[in-house]
Nanobody, 117 residues
Framework: QVQLVESGGGLVEPGGSLNVSCEAS????????MGWYRQAPGQQRELVAT???????DYADSVKGRFTISRDDARNRVDLQMRDLKLDDSALYYC???????????WGQGTQVTVSS
């Protein structure tokens, strides 16, 4: 079973950039599709981006062209580079791992990203 720990959140001004990272342990990343989701107060958790073990990526329309997801299976790490951040990007960002064997999802505890002037 994989354990996920996010880091790198913080406060940034609109138009700024921020990177968040996810460190995985307990299992090799190669058997998981990795992703980032976010949840703002009073809203449902929503997909931000995913990346498969073959590096196929998928993004929410709201972040296309601004966010980039990447993975380093040798380091058991997944990163989300965010640029041109907007107020609506403020949320708790969660790292996810979906097993390609069982389809089960695993989640980290989240890291807060706040975009504010």
């Amino acid at each position: 079973q994989v354990q996920l720990v996010e880091s790198g959140g913080g406060l940034v001004e609109p138009g700024g950039s921020l990177n968040v990272s996810c460190e995985a342990s307990g299992s090799a990343l190669i058997i998981y599709t990795m992703g980032w989701y976010r949840q703002a107060p009073g809203q449902q958790r929503e997909l931000v981006a995913t990346i498969t073990s073959s590096r196929k990526t998928d993004y929410a329309d709201s972040v296309k062209g601004r966010f980039t997801i990447s993975r380093d299976d040798a380091r058991n790490r997944v990163d989300l580079q965010m640029r041109d951040l907007k107020l609506d990007d403020s949320a708790l960002y969660y790292c996810s791992a979906q097993s390609i064997v069982t389809n089960k999802y695993y989640w980290g505890q989240g890291t807060q990203v706040t975009v504010s002037s």
